[in-house]
């Protein structure tokens, strides 16, 4: 089986995706076409132009299976190269564009959306990485059809549901590891482990640390995930405010010092405002860590509801106040968080998917 994956904007986790397919499935040849992760609006436009004009040699070659992440521009670049039809396409979703929360301000663009959903409607096999991801999408496709003017199809959500599937992420086998017992005198061992972002609601974790400090409660903090160039300024501002309490700031290069930290911490905390499937929450959950994270989005597929807090997405305020009534629980008794079971997210692992994965990709 030959093999062509298209990453058309090659964050780490679609990077570590793909390389994990490559390794696991057994491929003749499995060759990887990918792009950097800048230049958003232009990279999910240009890409079937720049490999089109680019790699035309190596895209007119014969394969088994073309694999497309759901940034590349498939429909338009199978105009430009008609051979990669012959091929089973299939595209892989670990994000929608429908469902991606827009800044306050920020003029809606409908171009990434519909480019990820020509890619879906062109495709034979479509996979997203949550039935959040999957549902959020379709709901999305169907609002963009009711919105716009004339000559419209119909049926186009049900085109799309009819040849899609959910298919995790799968977690590396080095994310599942026996959890580090703490001495009992350990005060509550907090992860935030996510991008640096707006969209992660970083605001919203600190705010609600800042009534634990307020309140002269302890805890020990790991603030880590990948910072980028820009990024939100409430990040200094704890950083200077909770310095009594962080015990790792910033990301951790190597992934054996990260893991370390993830199977030695309590908990694992999740703010976000939008999440597709959320590996940053399940490599931790597998490495021991309990996950406090808001009721929506992906969460509900795999943390239990005792582990989940009450969402109020458009009052800021008051979520805040119902994660820190929670955070202050488990700092007056960590032993609480410590003694109860824990999650099992084997489900999630390559030995649990790679046969489903064999399967997606068979003609």
Same mark, same amino acid.
């Given at each position: 089986?030959?093999?062509?994956c298209?990453?058309?904007?090659?964050?780490?986790?679609?990077?570590?995706?793909?390389?994990?397919?490559?390794?696991?499935?057994?491929?003749?040849?499995?060759?990887?076409?990918?792009?950097?992760?800048?230049?958003?609006?232009?990279?999910?436009?240009?890409n079937?132009?720049?490999?089109?004009?680019?790699?035309?040699?190596?895209?007119e070659?014969s394969?088994?299976?073309v694999?497309?992440?759901?940034?590349?521009?498939?429909s338009?670049?199978r105009?430009?190269?008609?051979?990669?039809?012959?091929?089973?396409?299939?595209?892989?979703?670990?994000?929608?564009?429908?469902?991606?929360?827009?800044?306050?301000?920020?003029?809606?663009?409908?171009?990434?959306?519909?480019?990820?959903?020509?890619?879906?409607?062109?495709?034979d096999?479509v996979?997203f990485?949550?039935?959040?991801?999957?549902?959020?999408f379709l709901?999305?496709?169907r609002?963009?059809a009711?919105?716009?003017?004339?000559?419209?199809? %119909?049926?186009?959500?049900? /085109?799309?549901?009819g040849? @899609?599937? $959910?298919?995790p992420?799968?977690?590396?086998? &080095?994310?599942? +590891?026996?959890?580090?017992?703490?001495?009992?005198s350990?005060?509550?061992?907090?992860?935030?482990?996510h991008?640096?972002?707006?969209?992660?609601?970083?605001?919203?974790?600190?705010?609600a640390?800042?009534?634990?400090?307020?309140?002269g409660?302890?805890?020990?903090?790991?603030?880590?995930?990948?910072?980028?160039?820009?990024?939100p300024?409430?990040?200094?501002?704890?950083?200077?405010?909770?310095?009594?309490?962080?015990?790792?700031?910033?990301?951790?290069?190597?992934?054996?010092?990260?893991?370390?930290?993830?199977r030695?911490?309590?908990?694992?905390?999740?703010?976000?405002l939008?999440?597709?499937?959320?590996?940053?929450?399940?490599?931790a959950?597998a490495?021991?860590?309990?996950?406090?994270?808001?009721?929506?989005?992906?969460?509900? %597929?795999?943390?239990?509801? /005792?582990?989940r807090?009450? @969402?109020? $997405?458009?009052?800021?305020d008051?979520?805040? &106040?119902?994660? +820190?009534?929670?955070?202050?629980?488990?700092?007056?008794?960590?032993?609480?968080?410590?003694?109860?079971?824990?999650?099992?997210?084997?489900?999630?692992?390559w030995d649990a998917?790679s046969?489903?994965?064999?399967?997606?990709?068979?003609?």
């Amino acid at each position: 089986m030959r093999v062509l994956c298209l990453s058309a904007y090659d964050a780490g986790s679609h990077r570590r995706w793909h390389e994990g397919l490559a390794a696991r499935l057994g491929a003749d040849t499995f060759t990887t076409l990918s792009l950097p992760p800048r230049y958003f609006r232009w990279r999910i436009r240009g890409n079937s132009l720049y490999w089109a004009h680019e790699w035309r040699e190596l895209l007119e070659q014969s394969w088994d299976v073309v694999l497309a992440t759901s940034m590349v521009d498939l429909s338009a670049l199978r105009g430009f190269v008609p051979s990669l039809a012959d091929a089973l396409n299939v595209v892989y979703f670990h994000e929608n564009q429908f469902a991606y929360p827009t800044s306050s301000g920020q003029h809606e663009d409908i171009t990434p959306a519909v480019v990820n959903l020509y890619s879906a409607l062109c495709a034979d096999r479509v996979a997203f990485n949550s039935r959040y991801n999957l549902e959020s999408f379709l709901a999305g496709t169907r609002d963009f059809a009711s919105r716009m003017p004339d000559y419209v199809p %119909e049926g186009l959500a049900d /085109a799309v549901e009819g040849r @899609s599937r $959910v298919l995790p992420v799968p977690l590396a086998p &080095a994310c599942f +590891a026996e959890h580090d017992a703490p001495s009992p005198s350990r005060p509550l061992s907090i992860v935030w482990n996510h991008r640096w972002e707006y969209d992660k609601a970083p605001s919203r974790f600190f705010d609600a640390l800042d009534r634990l400090h307020q309140r002269g409660l302890d805890f020990e903090l790991h603030v880590l995930g990948e910072r980028f160039r820009s990024y939100p300024k409430v990040f200094d501002r704890a950083h200077e405010a909770l310095a009594d309490h962080i015990a790792t700031w910033g990301y951790v290069e190597s992934a054996d010092d990260y893991r370390a930290i993830l199977r030695r911490a309590d908990l694992v905390v999740s703010t976000s405002l939008h999440e597709f499937q959320g590996l940053a929450m399940l490599e931790a959950i597998a490495a021991g860590c309990r996950p406090l994270a808001p009721d929506r989005l992906a969460y509900r %597929e795999y943390v239990p509801e /005792a582990w989940r807090y009450e @969402s109020f $997405v458009d009052d800021a305020d008051r979520e805040v &106040a119902v994660l +820190a009534g929670r955070l202050a629980e488990f700092a007056e008794d960590p032993q609480r968080v410590r003694d109860s079971d824990a999650i099992d997210v084997s489900r999630y692992s390559w030995d649990a998917l790679s046969d489903a994965y064999q399967e997606l990709l068979e003609a």
